[in-house]
């Protein structure tokens, strides 16, 4: 797929997951910091990874808060997990999104907290992507 196609990609689903979570600008700031160190890792060590996943499962990781909250009054790491695949895979299908990735996606998703079920180099990435993420905004005082 040209280059070309990954800008396009990323203002659709920066686009969803903005009227997804509304004025929560701290879940999209994240979400974008994610994106941003994981397309810097991406570049740096991973040839094996596909850069739709990347771009996908960075921005959508964690979908699942908002349902969990509502629902339940409180997110977490499992309930982020439980919550987020359904929602992904939503806005994924909206914006036409390769069905043949779609499912990577939500695994992906719902599997960024636990230790891997999965051998996807993206899952991986995005692991160490959202820990460095969560790393410097604990550093910050932003947690």
Do not use: W
């Not at 700031?29 to 499962?57: F, G, M």
């Amino acid at each position: 797929m040209p280059d070309s196609h990954f800008p396009y990609l990323k203002g659709q689903l920066v686009a969803q997951l903005v009227a997804f979570f509304g004025d929560d600008v701290r879940r999209i700031t994240h979400a974008l910091d994610v994106l941003h160190e994981a397309e810097k890792l991406l570049e740096a060590s991973c040839d094996e990874c596909d850069r739709e996943l990347v771009i996908a499962s960075a921005l959508l990781h964690d979908v699942g808060i908002k349902p969990s909250e509502e629902e339940l009054g409180y997110n977490d790491g499992k309930t982020q997990e439980e919550y987020g695949p359904p929602v992904a895979r939503t806005l994924l299908e909206s914006i036409n999104f390769p069905l043949e990735k779609l499912d990577i996606v939500c695994r992906i998703v719902g599997n960024h907290h636990s230790p891997s079920r999965y051998p996807y180099p993206e899952l991986e990435l995005l692991k160490k992507a959202d820990r460095v993420v969560n790393q410097r905004d604990t550093s910050a005082g932003k947690s």
